[in-house]
């Protein structure tokens, strides 16, 4: 299984950067068999980040691992109409996010 990651990577997010820090480690750790009692993971990681040279995502190496930069071809679009109400009855399909993803 492919499973995507939007890892919070600023210090100053406090405990959900340290819990991001943790998750990741663990991840990690269980990507390579180096959790005791657990067999070794077999799915792919892909994480989206804003910078992929971080830090902490320096320890994310391997098959199981790929970092990719998050910066899709959807935004940021030209300013919003607030003038004109929503309407909710029609869906806005995001056909270029579904490609992006997908490429992903």
Known sequence: M???IHPALKPQDGGIYQYTVTMLHALRDWTVGALAGHARCEDEFVVFAHDPGHEVLRILS???WSIRTFRPPWAPHGPTDTGRPPDPTRPRRQDD???WL???
């Open 62 to 64: 391997g098959p199981a």
């Open 102 to 104: 997908l490429e992903c």
């Open 2 to 4: 492919r499973i995507g």
């Open 97 to 99: 996010m579904r490609r």
